[in-house]
């Protein structure tokens, strides 16, 4: 008996130590998922969108800190909308002024985040929408389990951006790519997507390389180097 009770113990120990991993790897796996599933619908809405109503330079964007409501009310009706919330701050949406986090733990708190334009979709996923028409850009936050948190750019919070303008993209891409015009990453827009940093440009790593290593490693890696810790 005392021998069986050995074992038992052992075996709680090591699942103990183990288990914490193995539950975030699962999670990580399915954050994963889900931002490649939602960077699929959000390139398919938009190119329907720039099809319907011409390239978002057409768009009358709105200028930075005023109520972004153009895109989003482009994009919105191609995709699947369970709540749209405008440009209110609402307490049933994670990505609104100062109430998300940055990977090194920082408070976010911007004005400009109440003027911008929040959708939730059928699966949960939340959506804010931000334009600066000065320089034909806008870009979109998503949330990928809305309130359930952490709610931290670069662990379930993730951007894409468009930049438009006469040299400008013509598709919607995950930040952290070097040049908006290429599909070329860079390790300049890596640097922020680590847990000393503020984790703006998590979403093409995560997308490409289909990890969330920079969570363990990320001094270790890069975009000409190791693209995961077990490299």
């Known amino acids: 008996m ?68 153009n895109a989003a009310s482009k994009m919105k009706q191609f995709l699947k909308v369970a709540d749209d919330c405008g440009v209110n701050d609402s307490e049933n949406y994670s990505i609104r002024g100062g109430h998300f986090y940055t990977l090194n733990g920082r408070i976010y708190e911007s004005i400009h985040y109440n003027n911008n334009y929040k959708l939730k979709l059928t699966d949960g996923t939340e959506l804010s929408f931000r334009e600066n028409g000065d320089i034909s850009v806008f ?68 997308i490409y390389n289909e990890n969330m290593d920079y969570l363990r490693c990320a001094d270790e890696l890069s975009w000409n180097g190791k693209h995961k810790c077990s490299d």
């Open 2 to 69: 005392a021998e069986v009770l050995i074992t038992l113990a052992i075996i709680g120990v090591v699942a103990a130590m183990t288990m914490p991993t193995l539950i975030q790897k699962h999670q990580e796996k399915a954050t994963v998922t889900k931002l490649k599933k939602v960077y699929s619908v959000l390139s398919q809405a938009f190119l329907l969108a720039c099809n319907e109503y011409g390239k978002p330079d057409s768009w009358e964007l709105a200028k930075l800190g005023e109520p972004s409501v």
């Open 139 to 206: 870009s979109i936050m998503v949330d990928t389990n809305g309130l359930k948190g952490p709610n931290t750019f670069g662990k379930d919070i993730f951007g894409f951006l468009y930049q438009g303008g006469s040299n400008g993209d013509t598709t919607l891409k995950p930040r952290g790519l070097s040049v908006l015009s290429e599909s070329n990453p860079s390790d300049n827009d890596f640097y922020s997507c680590n847990p000393k940093q503020e984790g703006w440009n998590c979403a093409a790593w995560v």
